[in-house]
């Protein structure tokens, strides 16, 4: 199965793409880290699979609405 193959059809079955997917994963991970633990932002990203806090910061925000520090203090 071809690359554009699988992302058609998994978009067609879930609703989402692929990478859209991952990343969502990837946050609901965080936020559980987030609620959790008092792991530092930077390691908390790292787990999640960001390869940066930057990243993993700018990422949060931007489907959140609120960084990630925001997120842990209002838990």
Do not use: C, D, W
């Not at 987030?34 to 530092?40: D, I, M, V």
């Not at 930057?54 to 609405?65: E, I, P, W």
């Amino acid at each position: 199965m071809s690359a554009g193959h699988f992302a058609h059809a998994f978009k067609s079955t879930t609703g989402i793409a692929p990478h859209r997917y991952v990343i969502e994963r990837r946050l609901e991970l965080a936020k559980s880290l987030l609620r959790q633990t008092q792991l530092p932002i930077s390691a908390v990203a790292m787990r999640s699979g960001f390869t940066t806090q930057s990243h993993f910061s700018v990422t949060f925000q931007n489907l959140t609405a609120q960084t990630p520090s925001a997120f842990r203090r209002t838990q």
